[in-house]
């Protein structure tokens, strides 16, 4: 089915110009020389698509989603400059043909079969995916998850701008415009309504966003028709979103309008919205037959409005050139795009693990380790510095009050005041925002921002004061939405700065975890390592908060931050080790473009004592560098090695003290660190000890316990495993969260069961 209409819109096209008469002198009004290298971007894009099909009928190409239909796109290629960084839809083929034709060097047909075909040396992803990207043409990379690249987007359009007005360098002109294209269905997801809604949130806010959003309107979605005028309806009377409409099939008007929202951007530094009408030609992708859900007559409408036939139709009938001259042009194209795409499919393949994964690997940690203690003391000279070269009178990006969220009851409660001495002992909460505030001193790409972090110090007090010495330019407060938090920072990332964005607890992130996983993660991956997401995410999180919150300020769930590749994710339990690790989070980020989660302990901020009244759960800021995947030994029991983190750390620590006047003695082996686990400690001290009790706060089923025990057996471990864990349940509110959590005695039972046989 696919071949055959891949023919029929190849004859179709022939016939068409084949029979148009010569015109006379061309119209000294149409640039001639435009017109071609429109007609040529088209072309090249439809010859791919049908190139992809055939390369998958032969089973030597694995991605045949095409555009053709879509090739009006190459006029908003057209209106913009190479230099203006591009986020394309799936179907934006001919915007990047255009794009790459007009960059000395670039060969935009062996570069997309080579993605096709899944080559080790396709430019962009190595053979990881067909993605449309460029780092020379300035095209980011984009998988196809529906409208994830939106927030992305905004937050690189607020970057540029942020980047400018602290006068640091990106790679982008500083009245650069950032160009966003999806499709019809996709404006309806969610993460496309929010991205949007951020832009005009932030625009009305007098903060610069210049962002050109073109919705490619082919009119259904894979198989679902959207509404003829529901785009217009959604979006033509948005206030704060300048609305464009353009003909995708006709060429002139795709071209001037599309300008003509290119340079409105460009001048007034504010969002626009260009709908682009398209059709879509070929189906949704190889695989799907349009006849089991289309009409034949609106299958046969839309030929008609093919956008390539309609440029070489415009050439000829203004005079520009004879249809012989069109035909020779097109038949041109499909030799050279037929024989790059047999030479491309017998390029080498991935074929280990390791190539495969390179991308996602630690790369430098020596240098990580460098930039970690060059950071790790605020140099004296700096230290009563004027801070005011950080900051300015610019607004935060904020949407008020998370009252009804979080509470209004914690701000006095919560609120702290972090010690000006350094040497004096701190608690979870304060060492993280000395770390914060040392961080922000040194490092001018370091940015802090969240719900609440700016004005109100976050609602626990761990921001706090850091706006006021730093500025609101720097460390300033979000809208309610945490896809465009983390959005925020996948676009200032890839302005060139470090930003430490903050989700306001776990539970806020699962609505957003697509930004982590499909977008922050993947990026580094489909662009083998030429694009990065530097970035540290810090959530407060877990459980243990007596009497307050319930599930969603309790949430014990890290399942779905453990299992994305190459995202390191770290969880301090007190003071110093808070310092060390955000520290070392960060200087991964910066130095090998990680991303890091940095899970704070909620009911751990603001704890000082392990035993009442003793202060022993307070400490100095380590001011040192820990390496990513090495753990923390607390004693030297020789019994038996109490595996655990966070909340399970002092709970460890007072098991150990009830276990040794019962005579026997345990160690507490601080995990820290998530992912990767900290593998070789934890063998070191498992073999020790012959005995290893998992004190896991997450879930029994899909919690860190499982990992761990896995861990030991592939290690070759032979002693004796035991896990004590929080049950499968969401955490309630009140007294019931006892019934469900990890607790002290649950696991001084468990070790006593684990010892019993010891003599």
């Known amino acids: 089915m696919s071949a055959d209409a891949g023919r029929t819109l190849d004859e179709l096209f022939r016939a068409e110009i084949t029979e148009l008469p010569t015109a ?28 992809a099909r055939a390369l998958g009928v032969a089973r030597r190409g694995y991605y045949s989603i095409g555009s053709s239909g879509h090739e009006g796109n190459a006029a908003v290629s057209a209106a913009l400059r190479v230099t203006d960084p591009a986020l394309l839809h799936y179907r934006s083929g001919a915007f990047f043909v255009h794009r790459a ?30 993605v449309f990207g460029s780092k020379a043409a300035h095209v980011i990379p984009q998988t196809s998850t529906i409208a994830s690249h939106l927030p992305r987007a905004v937050g690189l359009a607020f970057g540029i701008e942020r980047a400018a007005r602290l006068g640091r360098a990106t790679e982008w002109p500083a009245d650069a415009v950032v160009l966003c294209t999806f499709g019809d269905a996709s404006a309806n997801h969610s993460t496309a309504t929010g991205a949007i809604n951020t832009a005009i949130h932030t625009a009305h806010q007098g903060i610069p966003v210049p962002i050109l959003f073109v919705c490619e309107d082919n009119g259904i979605g894979i198989s679902v028709p959207t509404p003829p005028d529901w785009i217009e309806h959604a979006y033509g009377a948005r ?30 530094r504010a969002p626009a919205f260009l709908r682009l009408r398209t059709v879509r030609l070929l189906g949704h992708a190889g695989s799907d037959v349009e006849s089991a859900y289309r009409r034949a007559a609106d299958i046969a409408a839309d030929l008609r409005r093919d956008p390539v036939l309609a440029t070489g139709r415009l050439l000829v009938t203004s005079g520009i050139t004879k249809p012989s001259e069109v035909l020779a042009r097109y038949d041109d194209i499909a030799h050279r795009v037929a024989t790059m795409a047999e030479l491309v499919w017998r390029e080498p393949k991935l074929t280990t693990a390791a190539a495969v994964t390179a991308p996602l690997a630690p790369l430098r940690p020596d240098a990580v380790r460098a930039d970690v203690i060059t950071s790790a003391v605020l140099p004296a000279s700096r230290s009563g510095a004027d801070h005011s070269r950080f900051g300015g009178s610019e607004p935060d990006v904020t949407n008020g009050s998370v009252a009804e969220r979080s509470g209004t009851q914690l701000d006095s409660t919560f609120a702290i005041t972090t010690p000006t001495t350094r040497s004096e002992p701190l608690t979870l909460a304060q060492a993280v925002n000395r770390t914060l505030a040392d961080l922000l001193a040194r490092d001018s790409d370091v940015l802090v921002f969240g719900e609440d972090v700016g004005r109100k110090g976050g609602v626990y007090g761990v921001t706090k004061g850091l706006q006021k010495q730093f500025g609101a330019r720097r460390v300033f407060d979000t809208l309610l939405d945490e896809q465009s938090v983390l959005g925020t920072a996948l676009g200032t990332a890839l302005a060139g700065f470090v930003p430490i964005p903050e989700i306001q607890y776990l539970a806020y992130l699962h609505n957003a ?7 922050a993660a993947t990026l580094q ?43 390191i994710l770290a969880v301090p339990s007190r003071a110093d080790d808070a310092d060390a690790l955000l520290r070392t989070c960060v200087s991964a980020a910066r130095v090998d473009g990680r991303v890091c989660v940095f899970i704070e302990p909620i009911a ?39 595996v655990t983190f966070g909340n399970g750390v002092p709970m460890s620590l007072r098991a150990t003290h009830t276990l040794a006047a019962r005579g026997a003695h345990a160690r507490v082996l601080d ?25 896991d706060e997450t879930r029994r089923s899909g919690g860190v316990s499982e990992s761990v025990c896995a861990a030991l057996l592939d290690g070759g471990f032979t002693g004796r495993v035991a896990r004590v864990t929080s049950a499968d349940s969401f955490v309630p509110l009140g007294p019931a969260a006892d019934a469900v959590l990890l607790d002290e005695a649950g696991i001084v039972a468990a070790a006593a069961e684990l010892l019993a046989d010891r003599h």
């Open 513 to 519: 975890a697509d930004q982590v996983r499909g977008e």
């Open 24 to 51: 006379p002198a061309a119209n000294s009004e149409l640039d001639a020389a435009q017109l071609w290298e429109l007609f040529e971007a088209q072309a090249t894009s439809r010859h791919l698509d049908f190139a």
């Open 525 to 567: 991956f489909f662009s083998h390592g030429r694009y990065r997401n530097p970035m540290v995410v810090r959530i407060a999180g877990l459980a243990y908060q007596k009497g307050f919150g319930g599930h969603f300020h309790n949430d014990n769930s890290l399942a779905a931050l453990r299992d994305i590749p190459g995202v």
């Open 671 to 695: 995990l820290r660190w998530l992912a990767p686990l900290p593998v070789e400690d934890l063998l070191t001290h498992a073999r020790t000890t012959g005995r290893v009790l998992v004190a």
């Open 239 to 268: 206030p704060g979103l300048t609305y464009f409409t353009a003909d995708g099939c006709d060429p002139l008007d795709a071209l001037a309008t599309a300008r003509r929202a290119a340079d409105w951007v460009r001048e007034h």
């Open 101 to 130: 034709r007009r960059v000395p060097g670039l060969d935009p047909i062996r570069d997309v079969l080579l993605g096709v075909v899944a080559a080790a040396v396709d430019p962009i992803s190595g053979g990881r995916h067909k």
């Open 604 to 642: 751990l901020y603001h704890t000082k004592d392990l035993y009442p009244g003793d202060g022993a759960w307070l400490a100095p800021p380590a001011a040192e560098h820990v390496p990513v995947g090495r753990a923390r030994v607390h004693g030297d029991g020789a019994d038996l090695t109490i």
